[in-house]
C-alpha cells in the first residue's frame, strides 16, 4: 500500500505534469507575472464554469472575504453574523475591518450556519452574514437568503471549502455554491478541491457595480494607472498560479466526484457503528440518501470527510492514526468565541451547545483525488478497532 497522505498533492500533479509545466513554462516565456493573459483567461473560464457574471481573482481566500466586505462599503461597528464553528480567517477579516463579528451556533448534521440562531442575533446594528460552506457542503441558502430580505441585509459566502458543488432550490433549479448570494469568497489554497501550487483566490458576483467596485479595491483602489478612486489593497492573482489553476479547472467536476466516491466507501465502513456518526447531505429536493450521502447529486463536494465519535474515543483514535501513520485533522478543536482574540462576554455558552459538542467530536479523515480503495480500507479498519 502507498503512503497515506490527507492530502496527495504529488500524485495529483504527476497526472497532469505535462499541461501544468507547458502552462507554466508560457508564463516565464512572456513574462506576463501579474495580470497577464492566463489570469485573464482563467477569469473568463471561471465565469463560464460557474455560470456567474463577474469573477475577480485576488491574492488568496482571505483576501477574498475582507474586500468583499470593503467593497459591500460595511462601516466599523456594523454587526456581521457568522458561524462560530468554522476557521478564523471568516471572522478575522470581520474584526480587521473593525465590523463587530456575531457568532452563532451551527447545525449538527452539516455544521453549517443555523438559520434560527440567525433570526436571533439580528439586531438594527446587523448589516450582514457570512455562511461558510463548510467541509464541502453549501449552508441552506435559500431561507438564509430570505432572512436576508425580510432584514434587508448582504450575504457574503464564504466558498473556500465548496467550490464546484450544486445548491439545489426547492424548484429544482440548480446553481453553484458561491453564486448564490450578493458575493462569494473562494481560495485556491493547494490543499482545496480546486488548488493552485501557492496562494490565490477570488470573488464572484452577479452585480456590475459591485464587481466594478471590487476590480478596484484588489489594485490599490485604481481603475486607471495612478489614480486612486477607492481606498484599495495590494491583491492579485499571479499568472503562474492562474496557468495551474486553467489547467486544473476542467478537471473540477471529476475531482469532486473522485471525492464524492471516497466519501461513500467510507460511509458504507461505517454505517454499522452505532458511535460514529458519518457525514450527511441536505438538499431541497427527494434523492438517494439512504447511506447519509446523495448519490444522484453534487451538493456535498468533500474537501473534508468529518466522522462525529460520540463515544468520547475521538483522542484515543487520533492517537491510534498517528501511530500507524494515518494523517488527520481535527477541525477544529476550540470554537471561535472561546478563542483569546474573539471573545465576548456578550456571549452565552447556553448558545454553543452544538458547537462545543462538535468540537470534542469530530475527526476528518483523509480525503483526496488519489485516494484507493486499500487505502480506505485499512483507515477504515483502524477507526473501527478504536471506536467499536
Known sequence: MKKIQMVDLKGQYEKIKKQVNESVLEVLDSTAYINGPQVKSFEK???????????????????ALQISMMGLGLKPGDEVITADFTFAATVEV???????????DVEPD????????????ITPKTKAIVPVHLFGHHASMEGLMQIAEKHNLYVIEDNAQAIGGNYTFK??????????SH????????????????????????DDDLAHTIRGIVNHGMYERYHHD???VNSRLDSVQAAVLRVKLPKLDAYNAARQDAARKYTAHFSSSEHII???????????????????????VFHQYTLRITNGKRNELAKRLQEEGIPHGIYYPIPLHKQKAYADKRYDESNFKVTNQLSDEVISLPMHTELDDEQIDFIAKIVLEVVH
Do not use: M, W
Not at 470581520?94 to 452563532?104: D, G, H, S
Not at 458575493?183 to 452577479?206: E, H, M, Q, R, W
Open 94 to 104: 470581520i474584526a480587521l475591518l473593525q465590523l463587530t463579528p456575531v457568532l452563532v
Open 171 to 180: 424548484n429544482g433549479n440548480q446553481e453553484k455554491a458561491g453564486t448564490l
Open 230 to 232: 477607492v481606498v484599495g
Open 278 to 300: 458519518t457525514p450527511t447531505t441536505k438538499t431541497n429536493k427527494s434523492c438517494n440518501n439512504s447511506k447519509g450521502i446523495c448519490d444522484t447529486c453534487d451538493c456535498h
Open 183 to 206: 458575493v462569494g469568497a473562494t481560495s485556491f489554497f493547494p490543499s482545496k478541491n480546486l488548488g493552485c501550487y501557492g496562494d490565490g483566490g477570488a470573488i464572484f458576483t452577479n
Open 45 to 63: 473560464e471561471l465565469s463560464d464554469y460557474l455560470g456567474v457574471k463577474h469573477v475577480i481573482p485576488c491574492a488568496n481566500g482571505t483576501d
Open 110 to 121: 452539516t455544521f453549517n450556519i443555523d438559520l434560527e440562531a440567525i433570526e436571533r442575533a
